[in-house]
T-cell receptor, first 113, second 113 residues
Framework: EDQVTQSPEALRLQEGESSSLNCSYT??????LFWYRQDPGKGPEFLFT???AGEEKEKERLKATLTKKESFLHITAPKPEDSATYLC??????????????FGQGTILTVHP | DSGVTQTPKHLITATGQRVTLRCSPR?????VYWYQQSLDQGLQFLIQ???????AKGNILERFSAQQFPDLHSELNLSSLELGDSALYFC????????????FGPGTRLTVT
């Protein structure tokens, strides 16, 4: 069964204090790893897709990286508006769960001014 | 705004009742997914439809059913509701079936009393 574990559960940063969120996964045949941002009471907002180990993607203060067993979301010089829950999800190849995303429990990020 | 719409935004109903949640995918997207988000379980995949046909199934209860119509909108029907069905229900869509990023709607918050 596909499994995704995110750490830490919660992270408090000061504005400008860079850090990383971790996503460890176990999946048979990874086809894609996805990062989403979710604000309270809202739907997840798509951030990145990573397909193969060694791949990196950037968007403003966020950078996502992928290895064979985990992914990191690096946040550089965060601002209070970066406060949200960050979700990691994996998609396995083929079978009966073709389009299914398996999500981790998320990391709640709070950035203090 | 992801382009995915869901109605209603909030729904309060009693145990034993039946409700229907509606989702319209982004323009051009053929695949629709339903997810349930509760505090203890996180985001859980329920079911996927692609161009009107069921494509993948998660741990969806027998009391729950879904369909996708010719205009590509989808409905999730929940019957014999129990207190434990209270959750946020999200619809997501993607351009095709398989390994594509999914864009989530704003969700329907269901409260069963």
């Amino acid at each position: 069964e596909d499994q995704v574990t995110q750490s830490p559960e919660a992270l408090r940063l000061q504005e400008g204090e860079s850090s990383s969120l971790n996503c460890s996964y176990t999946v048979s045949g990874l086809r894609g790893l996805f990062w989403y941002r979710q604000d309270p009471g809202k739907g997840p907002e798509f951030l990145f897709t990573l397909y193969s180990a060694g791949e990196e993607k950037e968007k403003e203060r966020l950078k996502a990286t992928l290895t064979k067993k985990e992914s990191f979301l690096h946040i550089t010089a965060p601002k209070p508006e970066d406060s949200a829950t960050y979700l990691c999800a994996v998609q396995a190849g083929g079978g009966t769960s073709y389009g299914k995303l398996t999500f981790g429990q998320g990391t709640i990020l709070t950035v203090h001014p | 705004d992801s382009g995915v719409t869901q109605t209603p935004k909030h729904l309060i109903t009693a145990t034993g009742q039946r409700v229907t949640l509606r989702c319209s995918p982004r323009s051009g997207d053929l695949s629709v997914y339903w997810y349930q988000q509760s505090l203890d379980q996180g985001l859980q995949f329920l079911i996927q439809y692609y161009n009107g046909e069921e494509r993948a199934k998660g741990n969806i209860l027998e009391r729950f059913s879904a369909q996708q119509f010719p205009d590509l909108h989808s409905e999730l029907n929940l019957s014999s509701l129990e207190l434990g069905d209270s959750a946020l229900y999200f619809c997501a869509s993607s351009v095709d079936s398989g390994f594509y990023e999914q864009y989530f709607g704003p969700g329907t918050r269901l409260t069963v009393t």
